[in-house]
């Protein structure tokens, strides 16, 4: 079985906050042993939706795991990212 675990977008583009993907490290270690995984960290990519569409094309995964922030609180400001979760699935 192959599995991709992907970090879906969760900061506003050009911000250049980047925030580990603990949900995606936490289920990537709980993962058995003779499953090859692959992991995609989106916000690490200018055009990140591209390089999912190479990841599902190159990698031809079983399972997608999808993994993101619900909701982000810095600078004073909040922004839910529930529609890069629904343009990523």
């Not at 995609?40 to 993101?68: H, T």
């Amino acid at each position: 079985m192959k599995l991709l675990l992907v970090q879906v977008p969760t900061s506003h583009l050009g911000a250049g906050e980047k925030v580990y993907p603990l949900g995606l490290s936490r289920l990537s270690s709980i993962v058995p042993s003779g499953v090859k995984k692959q992991a995609l960290d989106m916000n690490i990519y200018p055009d990140p939706w591209v390089r999912l569409k190479q990841a599902i094309e190159n990698q031809g995964p079983d399972l997608v795991c999808l993994s993101f922030r619900n909701l982000d609180p810095l600078a004073g400001h909040q922004a839910s990212y529930l529609s890069s979760l629904k343009t990523a699935a």
